[in-house]
């Protein structure tokens, strides 16, 4: 199992940035797919990005695809979401996913990742 922790969000203004962390209790975290999602107020939840258990393969959203990158640091133990450019419309409640193996065809499923972070609120102010 693993215990993920988010951390990072805030009240930024538009054109702003942001670095979200989520950090992983366990010690096989490096074999874990993750995975960012986003809930806005009145929303379901959506996918933001995801990256395999390497680092080797990263997935977007086409709404933040060039404005948003998913890294991790396994060594850390942690895997991060730089936000930049940020707009009113990214306002939302951010969690960290997790999961030992995600179908490449299903990877922005939340229904794919088992392991969930208790979300970290970003607000974008225009």
């Known amino acids: 199992q693993v215990q993920l922790v988010e951390s990072g969000g805030g009240l930024v203004q538009a054109g702003g940035s942001l670095r979200l962390s989520c950090a992983a209790s366990?010690?096989?975290?490096?074999?874990?797919?993750m995975g960012w999602f986003r809930q806005a107020p009145g929303k379901e939840r959506e996918f933001v990005a995801t990256?395999?258990?390497?680092?080797?393969?990263?997935y977007y959203q086409d709404s933040v695809k060039g404005r948003f990158t998913i890294s991790r640091d396994n060594a850390k133990n942690t895997v991060y979401l730089q936000m930049t450019s940020l707009k009113p419309e990214d306002t939302a409640v951010y969690y960290c996913?997790?999961?030992?193996?995600?179908?490449?065809?299903?990877?922005?499923?939340?229904?794919?990742?088992?392991?969930w972070g208790q979300g970290t609120q970003v607000t974008v102010s225009s």
């Open positions: 996913a997790a999961d030992l193996f995600v179908p490449q065809a299903a990877r922005f499923k939340a229904d794919s990742y088992d392991y």
């Open positions: 990256i395999n258990w390497n680092g080797g393969s990263t």
């Open positions: 366990g010690r096989t975290f490096s074999s874990y797919n």
